[in-house]
């Protein structure tokens, strides 16, 4: 029977086919096995060294399950099957596995990006979760770089990442860094960023560079296609003391989550042989006003100290020193005041035992104030202190000494803030304004509430 | 020589120079040919506190990056003004 004789045909055919595709899916399996084991044996490089068997094989042509898996940018005609094979054949560097790197390193694995290094010596902690999210709860105290190689892993198997867990010095960054085709900036300090820009000029790797803290977010593709280096717009680092952190400034998780997504992107399009958008331009996000602006830079500086003709910066200096920072974003212990000024937070607990009780000045914002405080402590902001004509102070000493009966004698106040910083600062300043209208003792707390969490109440917040 | 008049120009202040101004944007009268380096004398000038970044601040004319290659500029009234220091954080 005709039938079934084409029947037999076709079920072996099929057959075939079937086994081909058997076939295939085992060796899939097998390389997500190879891959699998590799990751438990994943090591966390402490050094810029690649470990061995590390060179990547160039990708000519797309598997069955690349075609599916990237199927919906395959089809764009900007990217087919020639940018995806770049972008497999593509190797990006991170620096930094905060709130910038988690969004680019997963947007870069998603989208196929064959090779993708990590660095950053930080630990997970609590209070980085609400942005940095690949990070998650069962990895507080683990390395940032592993984490972030863990979730890509997860992601997607054929992608190959080098976590580095280390700090990126003078004497690390270049061979790091030549390794790989493009560089993220995804710091969170000064110092580094110098670092960054002019490892990148010297090794001649472009740059995508992004921040961000509070509501606000930058992008700059530095050190490419003729347009200007970090350096180019800011050849002088600003003052120490002019620096926010996301620590002090505070920032909103989403706007470093926007800003390393577009960092990913001009990754993207930078490998997929596309024109990327922030080349020589300045993007500007607004995220409390709802804006982005774009600024047309100026091209390479002729007399750029890094990327110039007669570049005075010819190999990498000791950025710790010409930024006055360190390469983190840390807060630093400022010493204004001489320790007879000073208090630590336990002789605070006693002073607080006995009577008259001290009057207890908290110099936070009141957003911070609200978010705890210590009892009977009355808030008057740094930023009303500083002011040239603030009477709020000495007003409302005066107050809560009359109220509690203490006029005639010497009244003892004690300063404090977040860390023993500010309240310094306020001393500083209350000292050449405090006239003798009332006999005021004032005395600032070491390490102010910090510190009075960790030694004093351990069920006092910290933030 | 031309009179020098001057005109309204919009300035926007972006990070820490927001801070230190205390304000995200100002209308300000300003001559209305300038170089970058007057201009930034004159807004430093005007928020006194933002003297101690002058030196780490672009400055931005309707969202063209001046600076003191790009000698006198012409300005109109309803220009705007961008001041610009770099964001660190991360």
């Known amino acids: 029977m005709m039938e079934s004789y084409i029947s037999a045909t076709d079920g072996d055919a099929k057959l075939q086919c079937e086994l081909q595709e058997a076939k295939q899916v085992i060796k899939e399996l097998k390389e997500k096995l190879n891959h699998y084991e590799q990751n438990e044996n994943m090591q966390l490089c402490e050094s810029t060294k690649e470990p061995e068997n590390s060179s990547l094989l160039e990708v000519t042509q797309l598997t069955n399950r690349d075609i599916r898996r990237y199927s919906r940018q395959l089809i764009l005609p900007e990217i087919g099957v020639r940018g995806q094979l770049a972008l497999s054949n593509t190797s990006v560097l991170l620096v930094g596995a905060g709130g910038l790197g988690c969004p680019a390193a997963i947007y870069l694995a998603a989208a196929g990006i064959g090779h993708i290094g990590v660095v950053d010596f930080d630990h997970v902690e609590l209070d980085n979760l609400h942005r940095q999210i690949l990070h998650t709860e069962q990895r507080i105290g683990k390395s940032k770089s592993g984490s972030i190689a863990t979730s890509i892993h997860n992601l997607n198997f054929s992608v190959k990442c080098q976590p580095y867990h280390l700090q990126l010095n003078k004497d690390n960054a270049l061979p790091l860094i030549k390794q790989y085709d493009i560089i993220l900036d995804c710091t969170d300090n000064v110092a580094t960023r110098y670092l960054l820009n002019d490892a990148c000029v010297l090794a001649n790797k472009p740059l995508v560079s992004a921040s961000a803290l509070r509501f606000e977010g930058q992008l700059t593709v530095y050190n490419y296609d003729g347009g200007p280096c970090y350096r180019c717009l800011f050849p002088k680092p600003p003052p120490p003391e002019t620096v926010t952190n996301c620590s002090d400034g505070g920032v909103l998780g989403v706007v470093p989550g926007i800003m390393g997504s577009l960092q990913a992107l001009e990754a993207i399009k930078m490998a997929a042989g596309l024109t990327v958008s922030y080349a020589q331009k300045l993007l500007l996000f607004d995220a409390l006003f709802g804006g982005f602006r774009s600024i047309k830079l100026r091209p390479k500086k002729k007399d750029c100290a890094v990327c110039g003709e007669t570049p005075s910066v010819t190999k990498l200096i000791d950025y710790e020193e010409f930024c006055g920072a360190g390469p983190s974003d840390k807060c630093l212990s400022l010493h204004i005041l001489p320790p007879e000024d000073r208090i630590t937070v336990k002789e605070l607990a006693k002073l607080l035992e006995e009577t008259p009780l001290p009057i207890l000045v908290d110099v936070r914002s009141p957003v911070e104030f609200e978010i705890c405080h210590l009892e009977n402590s009355i808030n008057i902001p740094l930023a009303e202190i500083e002011k040239p004509d603030d009477t709020s102070f000495t007003e409302k000493v005066k107050q809560v000494s009359i109220s509690r009966g203490l006029m005639d004698r010497d009244i003892s106040v004690v300063v404090l803030c977040r860390r023993g910083n500010d309240s310094q600062k306020a001393i500083e300043c209350l000292k050449t304004r405090m006239s003798s209208e009332i006999p005021v003792t004032l005395k600032d707390v070491i390490g102010g509430l910090s510190a009075w969490s960790l030694q004093v109440d351990p069920d006092f917040p910290q933030y | ?90």
């Open chain 2, 1 to 90: 020589m031309q009179r020098q008049s001057l005109v309204e120009v919009r300035v926007l202040y972006f990070a820490k120079s927001r801070d230190l101004a205390g304000t995200a944007e100002e209308i300000i009268k300003v001559p209305d040919r300038v170089t970058s380096q007057l201009l930034l004398e004159i807004i430093t000038d005007r928020h006194i506190e933002l003297k101690t970044i002058q030196q780490n601040l672009i400055l931005a004319v309707n969202q063209d990056y001046i600076s003191e290659e790009s000698g006198e500029i012409q300005l109109s009234t309803g220009d705007e003004i961008a001041v610009i220091p770099p964001l660190s954080g991360g």
